[in-house]
């Protein structure tokens, strides 16, 4: 079965139809810009629980959709 996303502009469409990426959260201790740089783009936290989402909607309205997702059995809190 595969998770349906809830897109605002096309409806509940399935996984298959969007890219996604973790928001990073980049820690205030690192001053330097290519640290941040690194870290916002390689250093992923991978949480067990409610983590929030940006999903691209490559196969539909192609916009971006941002989703909290629970990582430990994959429902959409919203």
Request: aromatic share 10%.
């Amino acid at each position: 079965m595969s998770i349906k996303i809830p897109c605002p502009n096309c409806g509940e469409r399935p996984l298959e139809e969007f890219l996604f990426g973790e928001v990073p959260v980049v820690p205030e201790s690192i001053t330097d810009p290519e640290e941040r740089d690194f870290d916002r783009a390689f250093m992923r936290s991978n949480p067990e629980g409610p983590v929030v989402e940006r999903w691209f909607h490559v196969y539909g309205c192609r916009r971006w959709v941002t989703v909290q997702r629970d990582t430990r059995d994959e429902t959409i809190l919203g």
